[in-house]
């Protein structure tokens, strides 16, 4: 693995994976992340992030739940990020969904900690029923990604102690 590709997987292994995220935004954008990466490697996706960030409006989730057929060309037409209209679909009509989570629940992050604590199954359900493009593998990572469910660094990994600090939903039912 050369030097950048090492620093681009450190920094998300360090910094971002497996941390709590609290910012609905974030979550979203996070989402956004794993459903582009079905298919593709995650190095693809760390590489084109400032990218995506750009075209999703910082991953605002009411600008991109009112695209439109006009944003959707622009997305399908944008080099920087994965061209594919059942993702780029899949981003739109789950920032609807978040909206709608956002007015039941509150905020998204308050939805998914209503959820709180389900095995890995009983959530790949939960988001097939309500978000689209999300199979297994994409709720999983997503998931771990943002600490509700173990197993993005193992026990013996330094920056699991960092994460245990900020207090993962998954530490939380020990």
Not at 115 to 136: A, I, Q
Request: hydrophobic share 35%; with cysteine.
């Amino acid at each position: 693995m050369s030097g950048d590709k090492k620093k681009l997987h450190k920094n998300y292994h360090d910094n971002h994976y497996g941390y709590p995220i609290h910012d609905d935004n974030e979550l979203f954008g996070r989402l956004i992340m794993e459903i582009n990466q079905a298919g593709l490697s995650w190095e693809t996706i760390l590489k084109k992030e400032q990218s995506f960030r750009k075209a999703y409006h910082n991953f605002n989730i009411k600008k991109v739940a009112a695209y439109n057929e006009v944003d959707r060309e622009r997305l399908l037409s944008d080099a920087g990020i994965i061209r594919n209209r059942l993702k780029i679909n899949a981003a739109i009509e789950n920032a609807k969904t978040i909206l709608a989570l956002q007015k039941s629940s509150g905020s998204f992050e308050k939805w998914l900690e209503g959820h709180h604590p389900k095995t890995k199954d009983e959530w790949v359900k939960l988001f097939k029923k309500t978000f689209r493009f999300t199979g297994g593998e994409i709720v999983n990572e997503f998931l771990m990604s943002i600490g509700y469910l173990r197993g993005a660094h193992a026990e013996t990994c330094p920056i699991h102690k960092k994460i245990l600090k900020q207090k993962p939903m998954w530490a939380k039912q020990q």
